[in-house]
């Protein structure tokens, strides 16, 4: 063995304590001008007493596959479970315009509606005019979506009530609005602002 | 030279309180070392950083999401259990935990380990948890501030779970043998272990060598001398 060298087998071995006396010292004759190999010992010795204490335990598999279900892939054709999710916030009707006409420019209300919903976050505006009958009765409804803080995109979609399928399902920017034609009837509406699913209960297009 | 109670690298064996059951205890013999051998080694894992996963997670990949709690499920799950919480309860901290994860995986998108920030976020949830449990957390007093765990106990934790990371990626016999060695570094030992792993005793040294220098590169990719400064 070179005098300032020393090969694999014993720099581990030593790391290990595996040598004889006389050989521990040669060994650490040589790491004094070896920073590399001092290292090396370090890892080695480091790597053995982290597994030789490892106390850690593996969770159970229920406990595991709970975990495994909390990821909501976000792309519009992944799961619709943000449609189905059950701690969605209810947002507030603070303005409906059938309940305050003084609030509202002349307008002939059995023609139009305007509704805005409102949560903590979130602001949407709602405004509804009936189209001119062609033997159905629809309506086309505009609405745009304010949200405090950064810009994003908002997903929504439009239940009919009772119905577990959506009518429409669509993507906006925050601000920009939407436009979509529906028929007479009650609905909700459901949309997510990041994280969180906001329904608008009780639209009624009658 | 042995590892001695005076080692620096000694683990502070009966540092974690709570149900003396879940902690190691006794010297381990060859058998029980390899049962452990396969606990430790598991099957090989994805080589994605964590930033990667991340990302993936990012772009719709649930595969991605799988291999994070793959990943770092045992080092989050550990942490309530070493602090005495009952099976229930480290489910809830678990569940929270990942939850938090999911919650913030756009912040977390430079993140190049992820180790530590959940070390830190899983002792936040304990405290949370138990607060409302209205449990004392048998955790060490030395604690300057309760929200963080002791740097002691988080570059223990974080150290133990590279190692094991770093072994799984090593697969194969190499991360066997050196299982065995690490649990049971007695020569006494080397014919057992041979015996296992279909070698001769005489070619244990030169493979321990060779399969440590696999294992001392993938270590320090993962970053394991960051945790060694304050050593």
Redesign the interface.
Known sequence: MAPNRI???M????A???LSPDQ?HAVEMALRDDPNAR??V???????????????????LN??E???A??Q???AT?SRSWLDAIDAVIARLIFDSRVQPAGVRRANTGRQIQLTYATDEIEVDLQASRLEPNGNDRWRVMGQFAIEGAQRDVDFAVFAVGSDDPVVEETRCVDEPFTVELPSGRYEVRARVG?STVVLPDVILE | ???TDT?P?????GA?HGDSS???SGP?NSDSAFRKAE??IGKRVDQRDDAALVEA?LA?E?QA??EL?ERY??????IP??YGFG?AD??DV??SV??IL??KLDTLRDQQRLSSWLITTTHRECWRIGRKRNRELDLDHDFADVSTPSEHHSS??E??????E??KRLGGQCAEL??A???E?N?QNYEQIAERLGMKVGSI??T???C??K??RI??EMG??DR?TS?
């Open positions: 090969n694999d087998e720099l581990i071995a030593y290990a304590g595996s521990r290292a090396t370090q890892r080695y010795r480091l790597a053995s007493a982290a597994l030789a204490g490892d106390d850690s335990v593996e969770p159970p406990v595991i709970k975990a495994r909390i990821y892939p976000t792309g992944a994280q | 030279m042995p590892l080692d690298w000694q683990p502070t064996v974690f879940r902690v190691r381990w606990r430790v997670c719709d649930r999401w799988d709690i499920g045992r080092l989050v799950y550990s259990m070493r099976d480290a489910d678990f569940q990942f939850v999911y919650r223990t934790w150290r133990q779970h590279l190692v094991r770093g072994l050196l299982t060695l690490f649990l570094p020569e040294g030169p321990r060598a060779r440590f220098r294992l001392e270590l320090v394991i001398d060694t050593e």
